[in-house]
Protein backbone atom coordinates (compact mmCIF):
# COMPACT_ATOMS: atom_id res chain seq x y z
CA UNK A 1 0.00 0.00 0.00
CA UNK A 2 1.02 3.28 -0.30
CA UNK A 3 0.05 6.39 1.33
CA UNK A 4 0.39 10.17 1.33
CA UNK A 5 0.36 12.25 4.50
CA UNK A 6 0.11 16.01 4.70
CA UNK A 7 1.64 18.37 7.19
CA UNK A 8 1.88 22.24 7.92
CA UNK A 9 -1.52 23.38 7.72
CA UNK A 10 -3.05 25.91 10.53
CA UNK A 11 -4.15 29.89 11.06
CA UNK A 12 -2.01 32.29 9.56
CA UNK A 13 -3.05 36.46 8.45
CA UNK A 14 -3.49 37.63 5.54
CA UNK A 15 -0.39 38.41 3.84
CA UNK A 16 1.67 35.70 5.63
CA UNK A 17 3.03 32.54 4.98
CA UNK A 18 2.96 28.85 5.45
CA UNK A 19 4.96 25.53 4.03
CA UNK A 20 2.90 22.55 3.29
CA UNK A 21 4.63 18.87 3.52
CA UNK A 22 3.66 15.98 2.15
CA UNK A 23 5.78 11.95 2.31
CA UNK A 24 4.71 9.42 0.44
CA UNK A 25 4.85 5.84 2.23
CA UNK A 26 4.56 2.36 1.43
CA UNK A 27 5.29 0.06 -1.60
CA UNK A 28 6.76 2.65 -4.00
CA UNK A 29 9.01 2.00 -7.57
CA UNK A 30 8.54 5.15 -8.59
CA UNK A 31 6.53 8.88 -8.35
CA UNK A 32 5.90 10.32 -11.67
CA UNK A 33 2.90 13.58 -10.80
CA UNK A 34 3.49 15.24 -6.92
CA UNK A 35 1.05 18.09 -6.54
CA UNK A 36 -1.49 19.79 -4.21
CA UNK A 37 -5.03 20.35 -4.93
CA UNK A 38 -7.67 22.37 -2.64
CA UNK A 39 -11.24 22.59 -1.75
CA UNK A 40 -13.26 25.46 0.00
CA UNK A 41 -16.55 24.99 1.28
CA UNK A 42 -19.16 24.76 -1.99
CA UNK A 43 -16.73 24.77 -4.34
CA UNK A 44 -14.97 21.84 -6.15
CA UNK A 45 -11.38 20.80 -5.66
CA UNK A 46 -9.05 22.88 -7.96
CA UNK A 47 -6.00 22.48 -8.60
CA UNK A 48 -2.89 24.32 -6.99
CA UNK A 49 0.24 23.01 -8.71
CA UNK A 50 2.17 20.17 -9.80
CA UNK A 51 5.28 18.92 -9.89
CA UNK A 52 6.68 16.57 -12.54
CA UNK A 53 9.44 13.94 -11.14
CA UNK A 54 11.24 15.81 -14.57
CA UNK A 55 10.41 19.03 -12.67
CA UNK A 56 7.78 20.38 -14.92
CA UNK A 57 5.56 22.69 -12.89
CA UNK A 58 2.28 24.00 -13.19
CA UNK A 59 0.23 26.50 -10.86
CA UNK A 60 -3.31 27.66 -10.98
CA UNK A 61 -3.30 31.50 -12.15
CA UNK A 62 -4.69 32.34 -8.33
CA UNK A 63 -1.17 31.31 -6.84
CA UNK A 64 1.24 32.25 -9.50
CA UNK A 65 3.84 34.54 -8.24
CA UNK A 66 2.75 33.32 -4.36
CA UNK A 67 3.32 29.88 -4.09
CA UNK A 68 6.17 27.90 -4.88
CA UNK A 69 6.07 24.06 -5.41
CA UNK A 70 9.12 21.87 -4.62
CA UNK A 71 9.79 18.15 -4.01
CA UNK A 72 12.58 16.27 -2.88
CA UNK A 73 12.44 12.92 -4.99
CA UNK A 74 15.22 11.01 -2.48
CA UNK A 75 12.38 11.38 0.48
CA UNK A 76 9.81 11.25 -1.60
CA UNK A 77 8.20 14.13 -0.83
CA UNK A 78 6.43 17.49 -2.07
CA UNK A 79 6.03 21.01 -1.00
CA UNK A 80 4.36 24.33 -1.00
CA UNK A 81 5.56 27.09 0.07
CA UNK A 82 2.42 29.58 0.34
CA UNK A 83 3.48 33.22 0.73
CA UNK A 84 1.48 36.81 0.74
CA UNK A 85 -1.88 34.46 1.51
CA UNK A 86 -5.03 35.85 0.81
CA UNK A 87 -8.44 35.01 2.88
CA UNK A 88 -9.63 33.59 -0.45
CA UNK A 89 -7.04 30.87 -0.28
CA UNK A 90 -8.89 29.21 2.69
CA UNK A 91 -8.91 26.03 2.32
CA UNK A 92 -8.36 22.09 2.79
CA UNK A 93 -5.35 21.31 0.83
CA UNK A 94 -4.94 17.90 -0.63
CA UNK A 95 -1.68 16.37 -1.63
CA UNK A 96 -1.52 13.60 -4.72
CA UNK A 97 0.70 11.95 -6.32
CA UNK A 98 0.92 9.48 -9.42
CA UNK A 99 3.08 6.44 -7.87
CA UNK A 100 4.34 3.23 -9.41
CA UNK A 101 4.45 0.54 -7.09
CA UNK A 102 6.99 -1.83 -8.93
CA UNK A 103 9.16 -1.84 -11.70
CA UNK A 104 6.53 -4.26 -13.95
CA UNK A 105 3.96 -1.40 -13.07
CA UNK A 106 6.71 1.14 -14.66
CA UNK A 107 7.63 -0.33 -17.61
CA UNK A 108 3.56 -0.87 -18.60
CA UNK A 109 2.81 2.67 -17.38
CA UNK A 110 0.35 1.64 -14.68
CA UNK A 111 0.17 3.98 -11.74
CA UNK A 112 -1.68 4.33 -8.64
CA UNK A 113 -3.17 7.59 -7.71
CA UNK A 114 -3.14 8.10 -4.04
CA UNK A 115 -4.52 11.31 -2.32
CA UNK A 116 -3.85 12.31 1.31
CA UNK A 117 -6.82 13.17 4.20
CA UNK A 118 -5.91 16.93 3.70
CA UNK A 119 -4.87 19.75 5.85
CA UNK A 120 -6.99 22.54 6.68
CA UNK A 121 -5.63 26.44 5.57
CA UNK A 122 -7.39 28.94 7.05
CA UNK A 123 -6.92 32.71 6.20
CA UNK A 124 -8.01 35.16 8.51
CA UNK A 125 -7.11 38.29 10.91
Same mark, same amino acid.
Given at each position: ?7 ? *???? !??? $??? &???? /???? @???? =???? *???? !??? $??? &???? /???? @???? =? ?12 ? &? ?54
Amino acid at each position: QVQVVESG *GGLV !QPG $GSL &RLSC /AASG @SIFS =IDTM *GWYR !QSP $GKE &RELV /ALIT @SGGI =ITYADSVKGRFTIS &RDNAKNTVYLQMNSLKPEDTAVYYCHADTYPGLTDYHQGRYLEVWGQGTLVTVSS
